[in-house]
């Protein structure tokens, strides 16, 4: 069945360091990829999307990669920051109208 | 600012009981949606809605029932509330997207506890 692959489970960085999660999906249609990011007792808040016919896409500290022909998608946050510590969840479309999310990534930023 | 708001922040219901958790957004999307929210296990979604009256299943329909009456309404039914559906529970929104698919905004989340 339709799946989504989050890697890593937990993370930890220096502050100022890069951090990088890594989502693979399993339904060829897919064609959008948002990432989440819900902050400790906080809703899920979209931070960064992609649709299949970019490869990239940048918004200032944040990136997100996508490969179609390897189906992985991957989250980039460079110079990270202690804020940047919360739940991270991709997700992608399927072709029967749902988003699948993944298993989430705990990033904690140590200052 | 979108709003979405759900009735309860916390519930603690008996098990076998009726449970209604309400979910309400102010910004006249067209869909919504019911995720429950476990550790190591993301969110999964229960049941979707594109349009009032319309109901889809997600991929945890089971034990759970919906109503959408209203656009800016929709009702999550545990018809017989058990332990194993102590969850985190996340209502969202989206708007019908131009290019497809679009931001989901989500509610605050109703931490429902089982006995």
């Known amino acids: 069945g339709e799946n989504v692959e989050q890697h890593p489970s937990t993370l930890s960085v220096q502050e100022g360091d890069s951090a990088v999660i890594k989502c693979t999906y399993s339904d060829s249609a897919s064609n959008y990829f948002p990432w989440y990011k819900q902050e400790l007792g906080k809703r899920p808040q979209l931070i960064i999307d992609?649709?299949?016919?970019?490869g990239e896409k940048k918004d200032q500290r944040i990136a997100v990669t996508l490969n179609k022909t390897a189906k992985h998608f991957s989250l980039h946050i460079t110079e990270t920051q202690p804020e940047d510590s919360a739940v991270y969840f991709c997700?992608?479309?399927?072709?029967?109208?749902?988003?699948?999310f993944g298993t989430g990534t705990r990033l904690q930023v140590f200052p | 600012d979108v709003k979405v708001t759900q009735s309860s922040r916390y519930l603690v219901k008996r098990t076998g009981e009726k449970v209604f958790l309400e979910c309400v957004q102010d910004?006249?999307?067209?869909?919504m949606f019911w995720y429950r929210q476990d550790p190591g296990l993301g969110l999964r979604l229960i049941y979707f809605?594109?349009?009032?009256?319309?109901?889809e299943k997600g991929d945890i329909p089971e034990g759970y029932s919906v109503s959408r009456e209203k656009k800016e309404r929709f009702s999550l039914i545990l018809e017989s509330a058990s332990t194993n559906q102590t969850s985190m529970y996340l209502c969202?929104?989206?708007?019908?997207?131009?290019?497809?698919?679009?931001?989901?905004?989500f509610g605050p989340g109703t931490r429902l506890t089982v006995l």
């Open positions: 809605s594109y349009d009032v009256k319309m109901k």
């Open positions: 969202a929104s989206s708007p019908l997207g131009l290019a497809g698919w679009s931001e989901q905004f």
């Open positions: 910004m006249d999307h067209e869909n």
């Open positions: 992609i649709r299949s016919n970019v």
């Open positions: 997700a992608a479309s399927t072709n029967t109208d749902k988003l699948i």
